[in-house]
């Protein structure tokens, strides 16, 4: 069975991990403070779920997903990484974050940011536009009336694809937005952060997206 590295146990880090064990995959979770603390929640995920190290979770899954405040980005363990799809679910937070002038102007995406950190690995958007208890209460069967859709984003047909699959199998349709530097139409502040919308709905807010200019 496939094992998912999930960097960051979180809010969003949990739901997945949650979603990803109901549907069959096998997580290795990892948090900043080390795998002892997390011992309260593998409890709770059951057997299907180990606690490790950030380098440990991420040697250990056959993908990854990174969950981790955009401060932290740069702690991510790169080598272990290496030649493996990275799902990012990153949003900027200048009050959490301190000001990135870069993604202030409009000018870089977090997620182009990870890439560039993971410059063997390849990385796609993803869970990144939806609240965290949502991941497990909003899925439904596929081809359901109104099925709620995520978007994803990505330099990498495959990367692109996993995300399309993971999706699936938790219950929501799938729009991809295109390369990385198209993310930020699915950012904070933008029509379709956060809103239950079914794939047309999502195809429309993110045309409705208005990228922030420079400063003059």
């Known amino acids: 069975m496939t094992t998912i590295g999930i960097i960051g146990a979180g809010f969003i880090g949990t739901a997945v991990a949650k979603a990803a064990i109901a549907s069959g995959y096998d997580v290795v979770i990892s948090n900043s403070r080390g795998p002892e603390t997390l011992a309260d929640l593998i409890e709770e995920l059951g057997p299907k779920a180990t606690a490790a190290t950030a380098a440990g979770a991420a040697d250990a899954g056959e993908f990854a997903v990174v ?6 980005v740069d702690a991510v363990p790169v080598e272990p990484l290496a030649g493996k799809i ?3 679910t990153n949003n900027y ?12 102007d409009g000018q870089d995406t977090t997620s182009e940011m990870l ?23 909003d899925g439904k069967p596929a081809g359901t009336e109104g099925r709620r859709a995520l978007a994803t984003s990505s330099d990498f047909d495959d990367a692109a694809q996993l995300v399309t699959k993971l999706y699936d199998e938790f219950g929501f349709d799938t729009v991809n937005v295109g390369p990385l530097r198209d993310s930020w139409r699915v950012e904070r502040d933008q029509p379709a952060y956060v809103v239950p ?11 409705k997206a208005v990228r922030a200019t420079p400063a003059s």
């Open 197 to 207: 919308q079914t794939k047309q709905e999502l195809i429309d807010n993110l045309a």
């Open 115 to 137: 890439q560039r950190h993971l410059p063997t690995s390849r990385v796609a958007k993803g869970f990144n536009h939806i609240m965290a208890a949502q991941i497990l209460t």
């Open 67 to 72: 969950t981790v405040p955009l401060k932290a």
């Open 86 to 88: 990275v799902i990012d």
């Open 93 to 104: 937070y200048f009050e959490r974050d301190g000001h990135i002038q870069a993604l202030d």
